[in-house]
Protein backbone atom coordinates (compact mmCIF):
# COMPACT_ATOMS: atom_id res chain seq x y z
CA UNK A 1 0.00 0.00 0.00
CA UNK A 2 1.38 3.26 -1.10
CA UNK A 3 2.25 5.74 1.85
CA UNK A 4 0.35 9.32 1.94
CA UNK A 5 3.93 10.92 1.69
CA UNK A 6 4.39 8.76 -2.18
CA UNK A 7 0.70 9.68 -3.10
CA UNK A 8 1.80 13.38 -2.91
CA UNK A 9 4.09 12.79 -5.17
CA UNK A 10 1.98 11.49 -7.74
CA UNK A 11 2.09 13.35 -10.95
CA UNK A 12 -1.67 15.13 -11.46
CA UNK A 13 -2.09 12.96 -14.16
CA UNK A 14 -0.90 9.75 -12.46
CA UNK A 15 -3.31 10.47 -9.21
CA UNK A 16 -6.39 11.17 -11.95
CA UNK A 17 -5.50 8.09 -12.89
CA UNK A 18 -5.57 6.28 -9.78
CA UNK A 19 -8.72 8.39 -8.47
CA UNK A 20 -10.67 7.33 -11.50
CA UNK A 21 -9.57 3.33 -11.69
CA UNK A 22 -10.79 3.04 -7.77
CA UNK A 23 -13.45 6.38 -7.60
CA UNK A 24 -11.56 7.67 -4.90
CA UNK A 25 -12.28 10.39 -2.80
CA UNK A 26 -9.41 9.98 -0.67
CA UNK A 27 -7.70 10.60 -3.85
CA UNK A 28 -9.50 13.24 -4.79
CA UNK A 29 -9.08 15.08 -1.44
CA UNK A 30 -5.46 15.29 -2.95
CA UNK A 31 -6.23 16.41 -6.19
CA UNK A 32 -8.53 18.86 -4.29
CA UNK A 33 -6.01 20.58 -1.73
CA UNK A 34 -3.51 21.15 -5.21
CA UNK A 35 -5.45 23.56 -7.47
CA UNK A 36 -8.47 24.43 -4.79
CA UNK A 37 -7.17 27.49 -4.58
CA UNK A 38 -6.65 28.76 -8.53
CA UNK A 39 -10.01 26.89 -8.97
CA UNK A 40 -11.77 29.47 -6.30
CA UNK A 41 -8.94 32.46 -7.72
CA UNK A 42 -10.69 31.78 -11.50
CA UNK A 43 -14.16 31.60 -9.98
CA UNK A 44 -13.70 34.66 -8.12
CA UNK A 45 -12.79 36.60 -11.04
CA UNK A 46 -15.52 35.83 -12.83
CA UNK A 47 -18.36 35.98 -10.02
CA UNK A 48 -16.59 38.81 -8.27
CA UNK A 49 -18.39 38.02 -4.92
CA UNK A 50 -16.65 35.69 -2.21
CA UNK A 51 -19.89 33.56 -1.29
CA UNK A 52 -20.92 33.17 -5.32
CA UNK A 53 -17.13 31.86 -6.22
CA UNK A 54 -16.80 29.22 -2.94
CA UNK A 55 -19.88 28.08 -4.37
CA UNK A 56 -18.85 27.64 -7.86
CA UNK A 57 -15.36 26.56 -6.78
CA UNK A 58 -17.72 23.53 -5.15
CA UNK A 59 -19.53 23.37 -7.94
CA UNK A 60 -16.49 22.74 -10.10
CA UNK A 61 -14.93 19.88 -8.13
CA UNK A 62 -18.22 18.05 -8.02
CA UNK A 63 -18.53 18.17 -11.52
CA UNK A 64 -14.88 17.27 -12.40
CA UNK A 65 -15.07 14.09 -9.31
CA UNK A 66 -18.17 13.19 -12.15
CA UNK A 67 -15.96 13.94 -15.22
CA UNK A 68 -12.66 12.97 -14.34
CA UNK A 69 -12.70 9.91 -16.14
CA UNK A 70 -13.22 12.03 -19.34
CA UNK A 71 -9.83 13.69 -18.88
CA UNK A 72 -7.65 11.82 -21.39
CA UNK A 73 -4.43 12.92 -20.82
CA UNK A 74 -3.80 14.16 -24.04
CA UNK A 75 -2.62 17.42 -22.03
CA UNK A 76 -1.49 18.27 -19.19
CA UNK A 77 -4.27 17.93 -15.60
CA UNK A 78 -4.12 21.81 -14.92
CA UNK A 79 -4.45 22.59 -18.79
CA UNK A 80 -7.49 20.40 -18.70
CA UNK A 81 -8.83 22.07 -15.46
CA UNK A 82 -8.16 25.87 -16.86
CA UNK A 83 -10.82 24.90 -19.59
CA UNK A 84 -12.99 23.04 -17.21
CA UNK A 85 -12.80 25.66 -15.24
CA UNK A 86 -13.44 28.77 -17.01
CA UNK A 87 -16.41 26.55 -19.52
CA UNK A 88 -18.07 26.55 -15.83
CA UNK A 89 -17.50 29.72 -15.13
CA UNK A 90 -18.49 31.05 -18.80
CA UNK A 91 -22.01 28.91 -17.98
CA UNK A 92 -22.94 30.59 -14.76
CA UNK A 93 -21.91 34.00 -16.47
CA UNK A 94 -24.47 33.13 -19.57
CA UNK A 95 -27.12 31.87 -16.71
CA UNK A 96 -26.92 34.65 -14.99
CA UNK A 97 -26.25 37.46 -17.52
CA UNK A 98 -29.48 39.34 -16.56
CA UNK A 99 -28.49 40.00 -12.75
CA UNK A 100 -24.94 39.72 -13.09
CA UNK A 101 -22.76 40.40 -16.30
CA UNK A 102 -22.16 43.98 -15.31
CA UNK A 103 -20.24 42.85 -11.91
CA UNK A 104 -18.40 40.44 -13.75
CA UNK A 105 -14.08 41.07 -14.15
CA UNK A 106 -11.10 38.78 -14.02
CA UNK A 107 -7.70 39.49 -12.94
CA UNK A 108 -6.21 41.12 -16.14
CA UNK A 109 -2.52 42.07 -14.99
CA UNK A 110 -1.09 39.12 -16.25
CA UNK A 111 -2.66 40.40 -19.95
CA UNK A 112 0.14 42.61 -19.91
CA UNK A 113 2.40 39.86 -21.19
CA UNK A 114 1.35 39.40 -24.22
CA UNK A 115 4.15 38.54 -26.63
CA UNK A 116 4.47 40.43 -29.84
CA UNK A 117 5.40 37.20 -31.49
CA UNK A 118 1.84 35.87 -30.65
CA UNK A 119 0.03 38.81 -31.81
CA UNK A 120 1.23 40.63 -34.70
CA UNK A 121 -1.71 43.08 -34.17
CA UNK A 122 0.18 45.86 -32.31
CA UNK A 123 -3.27 47.37 -31.65
CA UNK A 124 -3.86 44.98 -29.67
CA UNK A 125 -0.49 44.38 -27.63
CA UNK A 126 -0.33 48.62 -26.87
CA UNK A 127 -4.12 48.60 -25.18
CA UNK A 128 -4.28 50.13 -21.94
CA UNK A 129 -4.62 47.36 -19.18
CA UNK A 130 -7.35 49.53 -16.87
CA UNK A 131 -9.21 50.16 -20.42
CA UNK A 132 -8.69 46.81 -21.76
CA UNK A 133 -10.50 45.58 -18.92
CA UNK A 134 -13.76 47.54 -19.49
CA UNK A 135 -13.73 46.52 -23.20
CA UNK A 136 -13.41 42.97 -22.32
CA UNK A 137 -16.44 42.98 -20.14
CA UNK A 138 -18.35 44.12 -23.60
CA UNK A 139 -17.44 41.09 -25.26
CA UNK A 140 -19.33 37.43 -24.95
CA UNK A 141 -18.07 35.17 -22.05
CA UNK A 142 -16.46 32.86 -25.07
CA UNK A 143 -14.42 35.40 -26.59
CA UNK A 144 -13.11 36.14 -23.29
CA UNK A 145 -12.48 33.09 -22.09
CA UNK A 146 -9.96 32.07 -24.77
CA UNK A 147 -8.28 35.09 -24.99
CA UNK A 148 -7.73 34.79 -21.03
CA UNK A 149 -6.31 31.22 -21.14
CA UNK A 150 -4.36 32.07 -24.39
CA UNK A 151 -3.03 35.44 -22.55
CA UNK A 152 -3.58 35.44 -18.77
CA UNK A 153 -2.93 31.40 -18.20
CA UNK A 154 -0.19 31.61 -21.30
CA UNK A 155 -2.16 28.48 -22.87
CA UNK A 156 -0.31 27.12 -26.17
CA UNK A 157 -2.51 26.61 -29.11
CA UNK A 158 -1.31 23.20 -28.98
CA UNK A 159 -2.83 23.09 -25.04
CA UNK A 160 -5.49 24.67 -26.05
CA UNK A 161 -6.97 22.47 -28.71
CA UNK A 162 -6.25 19.10 -26.20
CA UNK A 163 -8.78 21.39 -23.54
CA UNK A 164 -10.67 22.82 -25.47
CA UNK A 165 -11.50 19.70 -28.01
CA UNK A 166 -11.66 21.60 -31.07
CA UNK A 167 -8.68 21.66 -34.09
CA UNK A 168 -5.77 23.61 -34.23
CA UNK A 169 -7.34 25.88 -37.48
CA UNK A 170 -10.76 26.51 -35.12
CA UNK A 171 -8.24 27.55 -32.05
CA UNK A 172 -6.71 30.10 -33.98
CA UNK A 173 -9.66 31.75 -35.94
CA UNK A 174 -11.26 32.24 -32.45
CA UNK A 175 -8.60 34.08 -31.15
CA UNK A 176 -8.28 36.28 -33.73
CA UNK A 177 -12.06 36.74 -34.12
CA UNK A 178 -11.85 37.18 -30.38
CA UNK A 179 -9.09 39.69 -30.54
CA UNK A 180 -10.64 41.68 -33.83
CA UNK A 181 -13.92 41.38 -31.65
CA UNK A 182 -12.04 43.52 -28.79
CA UNK A 183 -9.89 45.97 -30.62
CA UNK A 184 -13.29 46.59 -32.23
CA UNK A 185 -15.16 47.27 -28.99
CA UNK A 186 -12.12 48.77 -27.30
CA UNK A 187 -11.70 51.32 -30.25
CA UNK A 188 -15.56 52.17 -29.87
CA UNK A 189 -15.06 53.13 -26.07
CA UNK A 190 -12.09 54.67 -26.34
CA UNK A 191 -10.55 56.42 -29.48
CA UNK A 192 -14.51 56.90 -30.90
Request: proline fraction near 1%.
Amino acid sequence: MKTLKNINKLSDEDLVKAIVKNNDTLLFEILYDRYSHLVYNKCYGFAKDEDEAKDLTQDVFLKLFVKLASFKGTSKFSTWLYAFTYNHCVNFVTRNTAKKFEKQAVDYADIENVSEEDDDDNSFVNMKVEQLKVALEEISPDEKMILLLKYQDGLSIKDLVSALGIGESAVKMRIKRAKDKLITVYNELYNG
